[in-house]
């Protein structure tokens, strides 16, 4: 039986080929100086949400354009600091906008995938609603990846 919660070996390729170009690229890869939830870097956790939005997307059959998901899952949060230092207690209201002018300042953004980024706190963020499949499997799939990732810290 296929497991669902799994990318087949294609599926895999398919996701590697369009993560790749922005995951190997150094200035992601910073990120993995910044912790996320728990003990899970920020460049961790947006490679597991572009993974699980990606894998939402061919499961649930959503038809969402594939490079723009992993790109802008990829980029959610790239607000380039350590916000249990930096950050303030208001840093899940404002880190989309942060991340997302990081982002167009150092890769080549659409309009689309702007808003993916900008709308992916989405409730948290009221006047940043999804309006597109993209943006609510990022939105989702992050939502998923956080609760994991603070459950699996706090059971370890």
Not at 15 to 21: I, S
Not at 59 to 82: I, N, Q
Not at 83 to 101: F, Q, S, T
Request: aromatic share 8%; proline share 3%; net charge positive.
């Amino acid at each position: 039986m296929k497991k669902v919660h799994r990318l087949s070996e294609d599926e895999f390729r398919d996701f590697t080929r369009l993560a790749k170009p922005i995951a190997g690229d150094s200035r992601l890869k910073c990120m993995r100086k910044y912790i996320q939830h728990g003990d899970k870097s920020t460049y961790d956790h947006c490679l597991s949400v572009a993974y699980t939005a990606f894998l939402l997307n061919r499961r649930l059959h959503v038809g969402a354009g594939e490079e723009s998901l992993v790109k802008a899952s990829l980029l959610h949060d790239y607000f380039l600091y350590d916000w249990h230092n930096k950050g303030d207690r208001l840093h899940g209201y404002h880190h989309p906008r942060i991340a997302c002018e990081n982002a167009q300042r150092d890769f080549d953004l659409t309009e689309k995938e702007k808003a993916m980024i900008l709308s992916h706190m989405w409730p948290l963020t009221l006047m940043h609603i999804p309006t597109s499949r993209e943006g609510w499997l990022i939105s989702m799939a992050d939502k998923i990846c956080s609760c994991r990732e603070i459950i699996q810290r706090r059971l370890s």
